[in-house]
T-cell receptor
Framework: AQKITQTQPGMFVQEKEAVTLDCTYD???????LFWYKQPSSGEMIFLIY??????QNATEGRYSLNFQKARKSANLVISASQLGDSAMYFC?????????????FGTGTRLKVLA | EAGVAQSPRYKIIEKRQSVAFWCNPI?????LYWYQQILGQGPKLLIQ????????DSQLPKDRFSAERLKGVDSTLKIQPAKLEDSAVYLC??????????????FGSGTRLTVV
């Protein structure tokens, strides 16, 4: 069975500093994808970054990077130079391939608060 | 491209009443997902469609929830009769599967249901 674990219910970070949000996963599927989504108070889910299980390099998207440690089954999100607008819920998700389509499972989320 | 459209944005009903939510995915996206997100939790998959066929409805409470995607485009999720514990945000998402696998889902803005 798949499992996504986010152990940090809430995090604080000072504006302009970097922050790491933790995510560990468990799967027996050799081919999988890992995603991070941001959910601001407005409620919409915004895709941030993707890491494939066979990717050799860590994914980066602007101020977001994914610290992928396959052997430890972790996929931590690093946000550099935090901004006040980064305050939101952040969800880690894993994708497996089932019956020729994708199925996603989400973690419980981490609420990030950026302090001025 | 236009995003995933959902309506209504908010709904308040009394327990034992029925309610229906509508979702129109991004044009050309074959896969459509309905998620339930209870306050403080991550999204939980209720049902996944590939075109007009059901791929996964293992977590759909079939005694009260139903969903359809008759023409393989838009979809309706219905709850009848509603219970207090159905209060949640219902998120619709779509994806084009393999062609844009690394871009994740596109979510709609969700429908916030309150059962009183």
């Amino acid at each position: 069975a798949q499992k996504i674990t986010q152990t940090q219910p809430g995090m604080f970070v000072q504006e302009k500093e970097a922050v790491t949000l933790d995510c560990t996963y468990d799967t027996s599927d050799p081919s999988y994808g890992l995603f991070w989504y941001k959910q601001p108070s407005s409620g919409e889910m915004i895709f941030l970054i993707y890491q494939g299980s066979y990717d050799q390099q860590n994914a980066t998207e602007g101020r977001y990077s994914l610290n992928f440690q396959k052997a430890r089954k972790s996929a931590n999100l690093v946000i550099s130079a935090s901004q006040l607008g980064d305050s939101a819920m952040y969800f880690c998700a894993m994708r497996e391939t089932t019956s020729g389509t994708y199925k996603y499972i989400f973690g419980t989320g981490t609420r990030l608060k950026v302090l001025a | 491209e236009a995003g995933v459209a959902q309506s209504p944005r908010y709904k308040i009903i009394e327990k034992r009443q029925s309610v229906a939510f509508w979702c129109n995915p991004i044009s050309g996206h074959a896969t459509l997902y309905w998620y339930q997100q209870i306050l403080g939790q991550g999204p939980k998959l209720l049902i996944q469609f590939q075109n007009n066929g059901v791929v996964d409805d293992s977590q759909l409470p079939k005694d009260r929830f139903s969903a359809e995607r008759l023409k393989g485009v838009d979809s309706t999720l219905k709850i009848q009769p509603a219970k207090l514990e159905d209060s949640a945000v219902y998120l619709c998402a779509s994806s084009s599967d393999f062609s844009r696998a690394n871009y994740g889902y596109t979510f709609g803005s969700g429908t916030r249901l309150t059962v009183v």
